[in-house]
């Protein structure tokens, strides 16, 4: 099946900047979304960005203007650059995607990765 994988989190300081990656693999026909979320302790999952097949983007409130999310459609990958980091940004950030398998083009299945863990400090 699809696996989703997320590097490049961290400890980085706040104002600082880092970019989180996420991979996909495995038997995929298309990826139609994908999708970053965040879940810091005690507090619900959120939805952070999104990036369609086109392109076409989505941030937070909390996030706009200070992250961008883009893709690599040759490589199944998606990328979070967050700039001027803030301690309230600290969480798990997990990739989300929407993927058309190999086995069946008519059904669209959601993965999700384990997540990396973005630490802010002040």
């Known amino acids: 099946q699809v696996q989703l994988v997320e590097s490049g989190g961290g400890l980085v300081q706040a104002g600082g900047s880092l970019r989180v990656s996420c991979a996909a693999s495995?038997?995929?026909?298309?990826?139609?979304?994908m999708k970053w979320y965040r879940q810091a302790p005690g507090k619900q999952r959120e939805l952070v960005a999104t990036?369609?097949?086109?392109?076409?983007?989505n941030y937070a409130d909390s996030v706009k203007g200070r992250f961008i999310i883009s893709r690599d459609n040759a490589k199944n990958t998606a990328y979070l650059q967050m700039n001027s980091l803030k301690p309230e940004d600290t969480a798990v950030y997990y990739c989300?995607?929407?993927?058309?398998?190999?086995?069946?083009?008519?059904?669209?299945?959601?993965?999700w990765g384990q997540g990396t863990q973005v630490t802010v400090s002040s």
């Open positions: 495995g038997s995929i026909f298309s990826i139609n979304v």
């Open positions: 990036i369609s097949s086109s392109d076409i983007t």
């Open positions: 989300n995607a929407h993927v058309i398998t190999n086995t069946d083009h008519r059904t669209t299945y959601s993965y």
